[in-house]
């Protein structure tokens, strides 16, 4: 474990920047390794503490604890190591330590479940969020003591995965998957300028559901559901009843309320009976792996899906 070399009068950041739109930077597992080795280099050669970190394929973001004239150097350095194709200076907001420099944390290692890359965020590769689990594989240049010490002491790794887990939840979003922003802070206001600036951008979703409109009720949503897989539609609303199929089914539901756009994912845990939505979302997932090992699985779905338009 790398050994503090910032200050103590040292402020906490979160960094982040993204390419120029349409531009192609992580191409593939070889391309985001290389970048992560430049992250670990620059650590080595400035006094930048680095606490959580995520890249995905068109932006990053990084919490750092350092100077904020080191920290703009050892961003630029980083960037210009790995031909980073932004034009644009990193953006820094301040975090306060405490529940501040939590939810920041938080919304980091969510940022791929959010962009629906994948259902957990420890499925993500290319995130601090495993060395916080105690992965012996996570990069060395991660320091997690800090953010782990809000946790206690016994047990602090499983109440932080608990914390983020609860965060699991995509918000409102329109058909393409991009949050409504507006309707939040109003069109054209420089809130919504904001918050267009920090949030990914989504590609459009390869499905949707056809047999339900946007206002349809899951209670609708579990009729059709439960019609595809020849269940009892009571099964999709308690893991005591049925088997496989019914287990199935409960992860088909779940997919096809996120595919919709605008489905709080803690909604579709709690409509469906579950604990958390950390039990939903593992649930949609061993149905993705199902829908792709099994093409006449995707078949039987054509009936209840249609190609988003």
Request: aromatic letters at 10%.
């Amino acid at each position: 474990m790398r050994k503090s070399r910032v200050p103590p009068t040292a402020g906490w950041h979160h960094a982040m920047n993204r390419t120029e739109k349409g531009a192609a930077w992580i191409h593939d597992r070889a391309s985001a390794r290389a970048f992560l080795a430049r992250v670990g280099e620059t650590c080595a050669a400035f006094p930048v503490d680095l606490h959580a970190y995520c890249l995905l394929p068109r932006h990053y973001h990084v919490l750092v604890r350092a100077e904020p004239a080191l920290l703009r150097a050892a961003l630029a350095h980083l960037e210009s190591a790995s031909g980073f194709p932004g034009t644009a200076a990193p953006r820094f907001v301040p975090v306060g330590f405490g529940r501040h420099l939590m939810s920041v944390s938080r919304y980091i290692h969510l940022n791929p479940v959010d962009a629906g890359l994948v259902w957990c965020p420890e499925h993500w590769p290319y995130s601090s969020f495993r060395a916080y689990l105690g992965d012996l594989t996570a990069p060395r240049f991660v320091l997690t003591e800090a953010l782990l010490g809000r946790f206690g002491t016994i047990g602090a790794r499983h109440r932080h995965r608990a914390y983020v887990y609860a965060g699991m939840d995509p918000g409102t979003r329109d058909g393409d998957g991009r949050p409504r922003w507006s309707a939040l802070f109003g069109a054209g206001s420089p809130a919504e300028d904001l918050a267009w600036r920090i949030e990914p951008v989504l590609s459009p979703r390869p499905w949707r559901l056809a047999a339900a409109s946007p206002g349809a009720s899951l209670y609708r949503l579990s009729l059709v559901v439960a019609c595809v897989f020849d269940v009892p539609a009571g099964a999709l609303r308690s893991v005591r009843v049925g088997g496989p199929e019914a287990g199935l089914a409960r992860g088909a539901l779940v997919h096809a309320a996120r595919a919709e756009g605008h489905r709080r994912l803690r909604d579709v845990a709690a409509f469906m009976g579950y604990a958390s939505p950390a039990v939903a979302a593992a649930a949609a997932e061993r149905f993705d792996r199902a829908l792709r090992l099994d093409p006449q699985l995707a078949s039987r779905l054509k009936a209840a899906l249609a190609p988003a338009t």
